[in-house]
């Protein structure tokens, strides 16, 4: 279910980004909108399965998954920029790594709230 909202949180998120910046600055703006939200979205929806499983075995546990799914996070984005940006002209570029900014605080907020709420979860006394 958190995974889901995950996902309704960051398609919301980037559709609205999305819409106000091609309305200002236009519509090339929705390819690298769209594939910055799928980019960082990936290592965030492996992050949060990672907590909700393992705070759900061992609530203990669950810093040391958070912090396991920051850096996964961080190094599959880097590498997905290197990799999506790397030949790209400067303006496209700029505009891509823009977004992945974007959407990673997004997903890294929206991430971060629904671990909060699965590790209170799975910690609370039955």
């Known amino acids: ?8 949180v960051t398609a919301a998120g980037c559709a609205t980004a999305a819409g106000v910046a091609v309305r200002f600055w236009g519509p090339e703006h929705v ?7 799928v980019l960082c979205l990936a290592p965030a929806v492996a992050s949060l399965t ?8 061992a609530p203990a546990q ?3 998954a958070v912090l396991l799914g920051i850096g996964t996070r961080m190094a ?11 030949g790209a ?15 990673y605080i997004l997903t890294l907020a929206a991430e971060s709230a ?9 910690a609370a006394p039955r």
Do not use: H, I, K, S
Request: charged content about 20%.
């Open 76 to 86: 599959v984005v880097v590498a997905g920029v290197l990799v999506l940006a790397g």
């Open 31 to 37: 390819r690298p909108a769209v594939l910055a939200a």
């Open 114 to 122: 629904l671990a909060a709420g699965a590790v209170r979860t799975a």
């Open 50 to 57: 990672l907590v909700e499983r393992v705070a759900r075995r």
């Open 89 to 103: 002209d400067p303006a496209a570029r700029d505009r891509f790594v823009g977004w992945v900014v974007a959407m």
């Open 1 to 8: 279910m958190r995974v889901l909202l995950l996902v309704a």
């Open 62 to 64: 669950a810093a040391v």
